[in-house]
């Protein structure tokens, strides 16, 4: 569904990962990337789940979730905003998940048994195609 600066969120019901941490995850990288802007108002939790096919619950979680990380806020009888965010602890925040990240890609090269430079290979192929 497209709202308000072409944030498009997309649902895989396959893909294993809850739907409520896919809706997380789309509005916060909208956020991060500033598709969504300080006090853009997000769609209302029935209007999101009509439109994406999900229970309420689903969207209640997911927006709580993003209150909970300091992204929106809910304002009861408004609705839900972006909150402004400070470029360093964003920053902070992605580089501590890209560390997270690069650990347990380490951990799963080194169990399909590739050294160091089969996984640079790889990952400078990642980057060169996204």
């Known amino acids: 569904m497209r709202y308000k600066h072409s944030v498009h969120i997309i ?12 809706i ?7 956020i991060y990337a500033g598709d969504l802007a300080p006090h853009d108002p997000l769609p209302s939790l029935r209007q999101l789940a009509r439109d994406l096919e999900v229970s ?8 709580n979730d993003l209150a909970a990380q300091g992204l929106i806020t809910n304002q009861q009888g408004r609705g ?11 920053r902070s925040r992605l580089i501590q998940e890209v ?27 990642a980057w060169n195609t996204h």
């Open 11 to 22: 649902l895989s019901r396959t893909s294993g990962t809850p739907m409520y941490e896919q």
């Open 24 to 30: 997380v995850d789309q509005i916060r990288s909208a």
């Open 56 to 63: 309420l619950i689903t969207t209640t979680r997911a927006y």
């Open 80 to 90: 839900s905003f972006v909150l402004p965010q400070d470029p360093a602890a964003t």
């Open 99 to 125: 560390d997270e990240g690069a650990a347990a890609l380490v951990c799963q090269a080194r169990l399909a048994g590739l050294d160091a430079a089969d996984l640079h290979e790889r990952i400078d192929s």
